[in-house]
């Protein structure tokens, strides 16, 4: 158990669909992150969120919208999806950000399939 | 540009001593992690190294060499739940982590 909890596991939707993806910290952290991982890959980093603000967003298509309502709670929305979009995608919290304190406590991650 | 290497898989016995190597470049740097990651879970904290030098924690020991951008991590007495992926990631002058690919590390009895 890391304190850090994401819903849903497991994800399949069409490329027409919208889903959101849900994750909540009971850390206490200031910080929250969404990242992507494929197989083989290094962990790409989509958005930062530090004091409910964003403060990164590395290019990341408009298909995915973050959205963080207060300090514990960060969502992914997704729409119209592709294929190469399939990954697993990882929420984490550190207790700052941009600070030197990034040790991150991930969720279990979504695994997400889009047909 | 910034990089890190680790070897992708790696396999050892069951009571034996492993070591995996990681080497990165990275505009500035302000320390290296290593996480693990079993199939389907989370990654967590292993380790933190900002200075030189060797830090042991139980089985499981993290170096650094800043001068030579290199850390290794050694896994001593290991378990058959050792099994995971362990990732690789520094941390740059902007306080950005930089991951490597993982390594999948595979214990055999």
């Known amino acids: 158990e890391t304190g850090v909890t994401q819903t849903p596991r497991h994800l399949v939707m069409g490329m027409t669909n919208k889903k959101s993806l849900k994750c909540e910290q009971h850390l206490g952290h200031n910080a929250m992150y969404w990242y992507k991982q494929s197989a083989k890959k290094p962990l790409e980093l989509m958005f930062v969120y530090s004091l409910e603000e964003r403060v990164e967003n590395n290019s990341v298509p408009s298909r995915f919208s973050p959205e963080c309502p207060n300090s514990s709670h960060l969502f992914l929305h997704l729409h119209t999806l592709q294929p190469e979009d399939s990954a697993l995608y990882l929420c984490a919290s550190s207790q700052d950000w941009g600070t030197g304190n990034e040790k991150l406590f991930f969720g279990s991650g979504t695994q997400l399939s889009v047909l | 540009g910034q990089n890190i290497d680790q070897p992708t898989e790696m396999t050892a016995t069951e009571g034996a001593i492993v070591q995996i190597n990681c080497t990165y470049q990275?505009?500035?740097?302000?320390?290296l992690f290593w996480y693990q990651q079993h199939a389907g879970e989370a990654p967590t904290f292993l380790s933190y190294?900002?200075l030189d030098g060797l830090e042991e924690k139980g089985r499981f020991s993290s170096f650094l060499s800043r001068s030579k951008g290199y850390s290794y991590l050694l896994l001593k007495e290991l378990q058959m739940k050792d099994s995971a992926s362990y990732l690789c990631?520094?941390?740059?002058?902007?306080?950005?982590?930089?991951w490597g690919a993982g390594t999948k590390l595979i214990i055999k009895p």
């Open positions: 990631a520094a941390l740059d002058s902007n306080y950005q982590l930089i």
């Open positions: 990275t505009s500035g740097f302000n320390g």
């Open positions: 190294n900002v």
